[in-house]
């Protein structure tokens, strides 16, 4: 009969227990971190995630009849609208840069003259270098680019069906809605919101600081209100004039099916942090300033998430929105169910129209934005007089 000694055994002591840390020491860093969770695939790098997101784009025909190349890479685009981007921040940033490369084309094609459209508009943030510590919001105030993704979102679903079933019918109404109001309409405030931030009347936390021009001192011979426009108005030739011709789909799915049949949008090598993907670099638009005609007064700004646009094709408004208070509603038929609105749209709030020009048919939409932010600019001189 043996007898063992457990101290005997373990001459240098026990070994260590299986949950515990222990850390490893090198000769050049102190001490190598140790995970406490998985490694996730929105926790890599941007510009590889972005290039694991293009590789999921088939590069050859399917076994199946019906599985072309083509129809798979609309299928993976229509699965990046409605799935992968709405994983995470991580997931929406890099999905959104592809949807955009690929279909800001088609959108480019599809805007009237004399519209104009930049649904990219470049900041002067933009010079500098995003702080990896600050998590800013991956949704634009730019409004044009919520026009450019609803029009993704439509041409996706309806790329996909057609390919699907010959039953399906194209919406070309929706099209329509989206080129003859939503577009122009929302370039129209992001242009009011610029020229809004450069003259002080609007506030906005996105935009720098204007740099504050000092009134004019001849009082004697002020600058016309009308010099300024002239630059704006678009010359008279077949190149301008709106197109109001109808609206062809089939020609829209030509352009697409040509730029698809190729490879999908091509993946860069980095992709900046920002809460805008940008696709590609595009040459910014010089706004032109508001003149400054003599002394003017003060005026208090008013916010950029309460103004908006009302938008037809011969006469334009602006229109300030006051949230009322939240209030409840409840009745017997509910129960204990209460649902609180707030916002201009909940009980007490309220649409005022401060101002209202005419627009004629020619006329760009820049000038329509100037025209907007002086009459903004004199209808708040008098209610803060």
Not at 188 to 202: F, K, Q
Not at 344 to 366: I, Y
Request: glycine share 4%; with cysteine; proline share 12%.
């Amino acid at each position: 009969m043996v007898l063992l000694d457990e101290k005997m055994m373990y001459p240098q002591g026990p070994p260590p227990s299986y949950y515990e840390v222990v850390p490893v020491y090198t000769t050049s860093t102190a001490a190598a971190p140790v995970r406490k969770y998985p490694p996730r695939l929105g926790d890599l790098p941007s510009h590889v995630l972005l290039q694991i997101v293009y590789d999921t784009f088939p590069q050859d025909d399917g076994y199946h009849d019906g599985e072309s190349k083509l129809e798979r890479q609309k299928e993976v685009l229509h699965w990046l609208v409605t799935s992968l981007r709405l994983v995470n921040r991580a997931h929406y940033v890099a999905s959104m840069h592809i949807l955009r490369a690929t279909y800001h084309p088609a959108y480019e094609s599809l805007v009237r003259a004399p519209y104009s459209s930049n649904p990219f508009p470049r900041r002067d943030s933009d010079s500098a270098p995003p702080d990896p510590d600050t998590h800013t919001s991956i949704f634009s105030p730019h409004r044009e680019l919520a026009t450019l993704d609803t029009f993704i979102a439509l041409l996706a679903y309806e790329d996909m069906m057609l390919d699907s079933t010959e039953l399906y019918l194209t919406r070309e109404e929706a099209y329509k809605d989206l080129f003859d109001l939503s577009q122009p309409r929302s370039r129209l405030e992001d242009l009011v919101r610029e020229m809004g931030v450069e003259d002080g009347i609007i506030t906005d936390s996105t935009c720098p600081e204007p740099e504050r021009v000092p009134p004019c001192s001849d009082q004697s011979n002020p600058p016309s209100p009308n010099e300024h426009l002239a630059p704006l108005r678009a010359p008279e030739s077949p190149s301008s004039s709106p197109r109001r011709t109808s609206f062809s789909f089939s020609a829209l799915k030509t352009s697409i099916r040509n730029r698809l049949s190729s490879t999908p949008p091509p993946a860069l090598s980095t992709v900046p942090d920002d809460l805008i993907p940008r696709p590609f670099p595009l040459t910014p638009e010089a706004a032109p300033r508001i003149p400054h005609s003599g002394r003017r007064l003060y005026v208090r700004p008013v916010p950029f998430s309460v103004v908006s646009v009302a938008f037809t094709p011969r006469r334009v408004g602006l229109v300030l929105s006051s949230a009322g208070p939240s209030s409840q509603f409840g009745g017997s038929e509910y129960g204990t169910l209460t649902l609180s609105v707030a916002g201009p749209t909940g009980p007490g709030g309220k649409r005022k129209t401060v101002a209202e020009v005419n627009r004629e048919r020619n006329e760009p939409l820049e000038t329509c934005a100037r025209m907007l932010v002086r009459a903004l600019r004199t209808w708040l001189e008098e209610d803060q007089a």
